[in-house]
């Protein structure tokens, strides 16, 4: 019988975001039932008390070993969406644009750093004992990425992007499904998994193929921004920062869009990369549909100005270049509070200020003259 060892586990005794834990095995079962809107509520609930807002609690490494149970069953139906709540309670919050925080049972990391905290700490023992109790689920996982099912395909190599210290054997799995996988969307997981695991040739080569998906390029490309970013990778997230991909975000690992996950990862590749990379920017800024300029502007101050609090009293030849390309374009300050973005740099908060900063008068809201 499936989940009968739920009642030797202490719940009560244990915590979540809630307090005691011993709403947890209703909730598991509830996973069980027939019901989609049932099943639905009871994920829905479990984020909200065993992982409420990326946090991990003592009850949540329990919960791993039942959810491995329940994705091993053929009759379970939404299994692909109790992978990536698996992924989540390993990693927290983890995609192109948030790194992952968790522990391996020696360290706990958090945004790609060690943290100085013990092994019994009690915000690092709960990520160790997940990060454990997930590995027992290594062969499953490997089964999974096999399955019929996209969903569960996509969900498992999620889930193994969550493992890292398996990849010697993982990646060439992940490898060996890409190799023969069709689906572009379950394509575009396994890429997010190869890169969060270090692979970088077979990510190159599927940037240069055109006969891949764009969503699949786009994903390696972002991926290609931390691994081993080139004037090529710099061109062609250019391209995806200007040019949307339709449902992009319902993949394991993309943030909330295509193109803020391009402008992120031209954000992060090196500074003499991005500057190079500003001409281009400025021409499609100065070109680009509405959903475009934020992500676009975004790519641009971090290539050409750091972050401080002092207000700009001088500008560069580059700065002058992006920010007069931002005051000529007449949609980008009609897309929003752009406060933020502009405060971060020390930038005037408004078209006209930014415009007086360069040495120009701004006639009207549509005609700038010098």
């Given amino acids: 019988m499936m989940l009968e060892s739920l009642e030797l586990i202490p719940w009560q005794k244990l915590e979540h975001a809630l307090g005691p834990a011993d709403d947890v095995p209703d909730l598991l079962r509830q996973l069980l039932v027939d019901d989609p809107g049932i099943r639905s509520n009871a994920v829905w609930t479990l984020y909200g008390n065993v992982f409420h807002q990326g946090s991990r609690y003592s009850a949540t490494p329990y919960v791993v070993p039942f959810l491995i149970e329940i994705c091993k069953s053929d009759d379970i139906a939404n299994r692909g969406e109790l992978l990536r709540f698996w992924g989540n309670l390993i990693t927290g919050f983890f995609s192109i644009r948030e790194r992952p925080t968790w522990g391996d049972g020696t360290h706990v990391y958090f945004s790609g750093q060690i943290l100085d905290v013990s092994l019994d700490d009690p915000y690092a023992a709960p990520l160790h004992q997940i990060y454990k109790n997930s590995l027992a689920g290594e062969e499953l996982l490997y089964d999974l990425i096999n399955e019929n099912d996209i969903s569960l395909r996509a969900g498992a190599a999620w ?49 240069n193929d055109p006969n891949q998906h764009r969503a699949v390029v786009c994903m390696a490309t972002c991926e290609l921004s931390r691994l081993a970013p080139t004037e090529e990778v710099a061109r062609k997230l250019l391209d995806f920062i200007a040019e949307p991909l339709e449902c992009y975000e319902h993949i394991p690992g993309a943030g909330e869009s295509s193109t803020g996950d391009a402008a992120f990862s031209l954000s992060c590749i090196p500074v003499a990369l991005r500057r190079s990379s500003i001409p281009a920017m400025c021409e499609k800024l100065e070109n680009a549909s509405r959903f475009a300029l934020l992500p676009l502007t975004n790519a641009l101050l971090s290539a050409a100005f750091e972050p401080q609090f002092e207000p700009q009293t001088t500008l560069d030849e580059a700065q002058k270049r992006v920010l007069s390309s931002m005051v000529n374009t007449d949609d980008l300050w009609g897309i929003g509070n752009l406060y933020f973005t502009l405060d971060q740099y020390g930038l005037p908060h408004d078209r006209y200020s930014c415009a007086a900063l360069l040495g120009m008068k701004l006639a009207n809201c549509e005609e700038l003259v010098f």
């Fill in 159 to 207: 889930v193994l992007a969550c493992l890292p210290t398996i990849k010697e054997r993982s990646l060439p799995k992940l490898l060996e499904r890409l190799a023969v996988e069709t689906n572009p969307w379950v394509r575009s997981a396994i890429v997010f998994a190869a890169g969060e695991l270090g692979e970088i040739n077979q990510l190159s080569r599927l940037i």
